[in-house]
């Protein structure tokens, strides 16, 4: 399969584009960026070529991969579905409703495949153990997904502008969506939202099983307690998401292994950008609950 790459940012430098120019059955035709000499400068990296113009790439790939900020991902979803392209996109989809349905309208109509990089799912240790707990009759849910992107003492390199704009709740957010949707079934309602430090927020969600969860989400957490978790709690006892350090680029490729087997068999995937389209309508009302009680 052909495949350009849309962004050159440091989610790009570090997973996307290695792992497309790896693997074994993807030709890595292209890179396009907002900055034409970062998107020289990557495509000379890994040995192909850098574009100019995005309808020029999109005209000869089969598929994108997209490393981009969320609504221009969305915008530029719709543009590739609409040239042919299946689509390997980031969480979140879009961080508009009307965005991310926007880009499921897209793929439906062009009957292109759709994928989207919920990490976790990717990550086989993490997938297998969602896989066993699914259907479990759970009674409540934890997720913990705290960050220290924007604490004083950081360095990391993903302080983006959209990540300081949205905040935990749309970075980290959809990771923790994407482990307790599958398991304790769709949220019927955001029951409460409030805000912590920093960006930090807390979100109660009831899922239509039954089942109750909370998140507690932030990019602003002092390093030494950083860190991600998920506990399960019901009649079966307490399960706890496996704690490993995953490698994003291998994940990202079993991501293309997935966006491949789309497009071959015709069947959606469970990651697809319909799930994607989910994950921003939750996060979208738990938004709204926020800015009613900053009011």
């Given at each position: 399969?052909?495949?350009?790459?849309?962004?050159?940012?440091?989610?790009?430098?570090?997973?996307?584009?290695?792992?497309?120019?790896?693997?074994?059955?993807?030709?890595?035709v292209?890179?396009?960026?907002?900055?034409p000499?970062?998107?020289?400068?990557?495509?000379?990296?890994?040995?192909?070529?850098?574009?100019?113009?995005?309808?020029?790439?999109?005209?000869?790939?089969?598929?994108?991969?997209?490393?981009?900020?969320?609504?221009v991902?969305?915008?530029?979803?719709?543009?590739?579905?609409?040239?042919?392209?299946?689509?390997?996109?980031?969480?979140?989809v879009?961080?508009?409703?009307?965005?991310?349905?926007?880009?499921?309208?897209?793929?439906?109509?062009?009957?292109?495949?759709?994928?989207?990089?919920?990490?976790?799912?990717?990550?086989?240790?993490?997938?297998?153990?969602?896989?066993?707990?699914?259907?479990?009759?759970?009674?409540?849910?934890?997720?913990?997904?705290?960050?220290?992107?924007?604490?004083?003492?950081?360095?990391?390199?993903?302080?983006?502008?959209?990540?300081?704009?949205?905040?935990?709740?749309?970075?980290?957010?959809?990771?923790?969506?994407?482990?307790?949707?599958?398991v304790?079934?769709?949220?019927?309602?955001?029951?409460?939202?409030a805000?912590?430090?920093?960006d930090?927020?807390?979100?109660?969600?009831?899922?239509?099983?039954?089942?109750?969860?909370?998140?507690?989400?932030?990019?602003?957490?002092?390093?030494?307690?950083?860190?991600?978790?998920?506990?399960?709690?019901?009649?079966a006892?307490?399960?706890?998401?496996?704690?490993?350090?995953?490698?994003?680029?291998s994940?990202?490729?079993?991501?293309?292994?997935?966006?491949?087997?789309?497009?071959?068999?015709?069947r959606?995937?469970?990651?697809?950008?319909?799930?994607?389209?989910?994950?921003?309508?939750?996060?979208?009302?738990?938004?709204?609950?926020?800015?009613?009680?900053?009011?």
């Open positions: 399969m052909r495949i350009g790459l849309l962004g050159t940012g440091p989610w790009a430098r570090m997973v996307h584009a290695p792992a497309l120019a790896a693997h074994d059955e993807l030709d890595l292209g890179v396009w960026g907002r900055r000499e970062a998107a020289k400068e990557l495509a000379g990296r890994h040995g192909t070529r850098p574009y100019d113009d995005v309808d020029a790439l999109l005209a000869d790939v089969d598929a994108v991969a997209v490393a981009l900020p969320p609504d991902q969305a915008q530029l979803a719709v543009r590739a579905a609409g040239a042919g392209c299946h689509l390997l996109l980031d969480k979140p879009a961080t508009t409703v009307a965005g991310a349905r926007a880009v499921v309208r897209a793929a439906d109509r062009a009957g292109v495949a759709s994928v989207v990089f919920f990490t976790s799912r990717f990550v086989p240790e993490a997938d297998a153990w969602i896989a066993e707990q699914a259907g479990g009759g759970w009674f409540t849910g934890r997720a913990e997904w705290l960050g220290d992107v924007f604490h004083a003492a950081s360095d990391s390199p993903f302080g983006t502008p959209w990540r300081g704009e949205k905040g935990a709740l749309w970075d980290v957010g959809p990771h923790a969506l994407s482990v307790l949707l599958p304790l079934g769709d949220v019927r309602r955001v029951s409460a939202a805000h912590g430090p920093g930090t927020v807390h979100v109660v969600l009831a899922h239509a099983d039954g089942a109750s969860s909370t998140l507690t989400l932030s990019l602003t957490a002092p390093p030494a307690a950083a860190g991600a978790g998920v506990e399960l709690r019901g009649a006892g307490v399960r706890r998401l496996p704690q490993g350090d995953a490698d994003a680029a994940a990202f490729a079993r991501a293309a292994d997935a966006l491949l087997g789309a497009a071959r068999d015709g959606p995937h469970p990651c697809d950008a319909a799930f994607g389209l989910r994950v921003t309508e939750i996060l979208a009302d738990a938004e709204a609950l926020l800015a009613d009680t900053a009011r």
